[in-house]
């Protein structure tokens, strides 16, 4: 009897077949869950501008909406750390957030 100390082709192509059809099932997976985290990063933004202009405009009696120019304006005076990122393009580029002019809500612009 032959003793065998090697895999097969045949062996060697179905493992590769399966691991291909592994990251067949999981690429639209991630692309999903890619695009969820990208539209949950961008409300938590919006959500966190319309906070902040909402408590600037209640501390100084105003009705401000003047994006972008009133984003150093809520940083400097602490209402923000830091203007939010682009989660589309990530660090290093800021996001350009204009109000829809309804209720407290924000458009992102490409910049």
């Known amino acids: ?11 060697i192509m179905m493992v590769i077949l399966i691991i291909g ?3 067949g099932l999981a690429a639209p997976a991630y692309e999903r869950y ?4 990208f539209t949950r990063t961008c409300f938590a933004n919006q959500k966190t ?3 902040a202009l909402q408590a600037y405009n ?6 401000r909406t003047d994006f972008p120019a009133v984003m ?3 940083q400097s005076g602490g209402y923000i750390r830091m203007v939010p ?3 589309g393009v990530g660090a290093g580029s800021s996001a350009n957030y204009q109000p829809t002019g309804v209720g ?3 458009i992102i612009h490409d910049s």
């Not at 009897?1 to 062996?11: S, V």
Request: hydrophobic fraction near 35%.
């Open 58 to 63: 209640l501390d100084h009696n105003e009705k």
């Open 34 to 37: 890619k695009q969820y985290t």
């Open 21 to 23: 059809v592994l990251i």
């Open 85 to 87: 990122q682009d989660p």
């Open 49 to 51: 501008l319309s906070s």
């Open 1 to 11: 009897m032959r003793r065998r100390d090697a895999f097969t082709l045949i062996e």
């Open 72 to 74: 150093p304006v809520l």
């Open 104 to 106: 407290h809500g924000f």
